[in-house]
């Protein structure tokens, strides 16, 4: 791995592992939070071509923090797989698809979103604005769809359009993820 990733990855896992220790008794929030923070701190944003010669590649956690690099989707990943092993329930987390309003243009992006209670308004985890925010003070993006392990959703809304047997990226990040130990 040290070879893969080099110093800098190797340090950014070794973190990653610290972190992921210290959370284990926090509470739920405070979770989130930390993940939150140590994602947006240790991962630069950089395009998929760029960093993985690829025009559409969801990395693994371990592929992002390694490399210190990542695309929305990959901040959201990371996000995610980590909330999970610190045993945030799958069902209150959503990887969420959005029309981002950047100055001038609307731009596809991808953010977190963590539900504290069933039907509560999501607190929005981002790699733009850095900072946790109800998804209500967010005006900026709208939901296109969400999901997660359990299913496909419209927009943010609870009720399944599916499994996520129809999102490729997905599935193939999830075993990849697998075969990693992410998960």
């Not at 979103?113 to 069933?118: I, L, Q």
């Amino acid at each position: 791995m040290s070879e893969k990733y080099g110093e800098v990855g190797m340090k950014n896992l070794s973190d990653w592992k610290v972190l992921m220790k210290n959370i284990e008794a926090a509470d739920e929030g405070d979770k989130v939070k930390r993940v939150n923070d140590f994602i947006n701190r240790k991962v630069t944003w950089g395009d998929d071509i760029t960093i993985w010669k690829d025009k559409d590649y969801w990395a693994t956690p371990i592929e992002t923090i390694g490399r210190s690099l990542g695309d929305c989707e990959d901040f959201s990943i990371a996000k995610y797989y980590s909330l999970l092993a610190s045993n945030v329930p799958m069902k209150k987390l959503r990887l969420v698809y959005v029309k981002a309003q950047m100055s001038d243009r609307q731009q596809a992006h991808m953010v977190l979103a963590y539900y504290p209670e069933p039907n509560a308004e999501p607190l929005i985890l981002d790699n733009i604005i850095t900072s946790m925010r109800p998804a209500g003070r967010r005006p900026d993006l709208t939901p296109v769809f969400s999901f997660n392990g359990e299913g496909v959703f419209k927009g943010t809304a609870n009720e399944s359009q599916g499994g996520t047997e129809r999102l490729s990226k997905w599935q193939d990040l999830m075993k990849r993820a697998q075969i990693e130990g992410s998960n």
